[in-house]
């Protein structure tokens, strides 16, 4: 025979305990805003649990009513919780409004009209219909990729609407299945929901594992000053660039960009400033950058920028287009500005390179190597073609 007043203390003692989880996964990543939901969810509703309690000590239907304030309540932020997992707005209003409707549904049907199937229906809606709301970003999440913790979730929450709507059936057709009458269905409901409950608040651990493990990986994939890209991530995106074209045959192409006299501005101005500059050009090439275009840096003051789907013709143009927002900045700096001049290479992918992204590279650092040789702070497009000697030069020009 299952206790139930032993198995809502083992719902409480379980959900302080994962409280207690959150509370540390809040306090040690502040930032991942649905920990807080979460957490809130788990305290408050081992506090409803626990006040339930209370009416086998108090013949009262107080406490039994807040105790259905706190499960409503604790369903809605575990809801709000998935919401700002997956950077979603908080629907307080129409948290606020379900839990309002379904509290007032219950306190009719207790106090003004009591009917006890209609009053289970109007929790159940509460408990559901949060979750319900939530279940979409679960299963069809906006990155596209469903985790194994939010498929865990949603199977959970599936289950649970199930055993709600279920109970509310078993209800509206005679039978009683609250917990004021206490019987063995009603017990292994709640023990029942009380699994679930924990295994849908081990599928959000799942969830934020999978989250902060992703965060890591792109961390070790980007630039700490300036934030785009690193040079790993770099090779990693022109060898993937490199194979695609070697299927395709649809070149792209690459610039490779350096800042002029930026040792000069370290020993002049300090290497406060030199960041300072780096990050100021990052902000500057993005905006000339298309979406897909990739802006790396590569190390020191040399960047890289990965055009996919680019003839050399457009990448010159966008090459230009850099090089034009830099000058423009420069003209315009006064006092303690420095002013930033660049030098970019240009180079296209062709079959001589093949799925080797460091003949590329060099084809782009060849021109580079032009652009600074003829003055700097210019750009210059890598030709294939050797140079012809002085004599073959002057003879074709001879003959031109």
């Known amino acids: 025979m299952l206790n139930v007043p032993t198995l809502w203390t083992v719902f409480v003692v379980n959900f302080l305990a994962l409280g207690l989880i959150w509370a540390y996964v809040t306090r040690s990543y502040p930032k991942f805003a649905a920990a807080r939901f979460w957490m809130a969810s788990a305290f408050v509703g081992a506090a409803g649990a626990l006040t339930a309690l209370i009416r086998l000590f108090v ?3 107080l ?43 219950i306190v009719f049907f207790k106090f003004v ?6 009053r289970m229906l109007c929790y159940t809606i509460g408990q559901a219909l949060p979750l319900l709301l939530a279940l979409h970003l679960l299963l069809s999440p906006p990155e596209g990729r469903v985790s194994p913790g939010a498929r865990l979730s949603g ?11 279920a109970r509310t059936v078993g209800n509206l057709l005679g039978g009683d299945f609250s917990s004021i009458a ?18 849908l608040n081990f599928g959000f651990l799942l969830m934020a594992i999978d989250r902060l493990r992703n965060e890591v990986a792109d961390l070790a994939l980007l630039d700490d000053l300036t934030g785009v890209a690193n040079r790993r991530h770099l090779l990693q995106r022109l060898t993937e660039e490199c194979a695609r074209s070697a299927r395709s045959g649809e070149a792209f192409s690459l610039l490779v960009i350096d800042l002029d006299g930026f040792k000069t501005i370290n020993d002049t101005h300090g290497h406060a400033a030199g960041d ?3 990050r100021h050009f990052t902000l ?4 000339r950058l298309r979406p897909g275009d990739m802006l790396a840096r590569t190390g020191g003051d040399e960047f890289c920028v990965v055009l996919p789907s680019s003839s050399l013709r457009e990448a010159a143009s966008i090459a230009r287009r850099v090089l034009e927002v830099c000058r423009q900045d420069a003209v315009g700096c006064t006092g303690n500005d420095i002013p930033i001049a660049i030098s970019i290479g240009v180079a296209e992918w062709d079959r001589s390179i093949g799925q080797v992204p460091d003949r590329l590279i060099a084809h782009a650092d060849h021109a580079l ?3 600074k040789k003829s003055g700097k702070n210019d750009l210059a497009v890598y030709d294939p073609a050797p140079p012809l000697s002085p004599e073959l030069a002057e003879t074709a020009r001879k003959f031109a």
């Open 59 to 61: 013949i009262s239907p």
């Open 276 to 278: 300072a500059c780096l």
């Open 155 to 165: 199977i959970v929450i599936i289950t649970m609407i199930a055993i709600f709507m």
């Open 63 to 105: 406490p039994l009513l807040i105790g259905a304030v706190g499960v409503i309540a604790a369903v809605s932020f575990a809801a709000m919780g998935i919401q700002r997992f997956y950077d979603r707005p908080v629907s307080w209003r129409i948290m606020i409004a379900t839990a309002a409707l379904s509290i007032g549904g």
């Open 284 to 287: 500057m090439a993005q905006t």
């Open 369 to 371: 190597y032009a652009a």
């Open 113 to 118: 009209f009591d009917h006890m199937p209609l």
């Open 182 to 199: 206490g019987s063995q269905s009603h017990a292994v409901m709640v023990l029942g929901l009380m699994f679930l409950s924990m295994t």
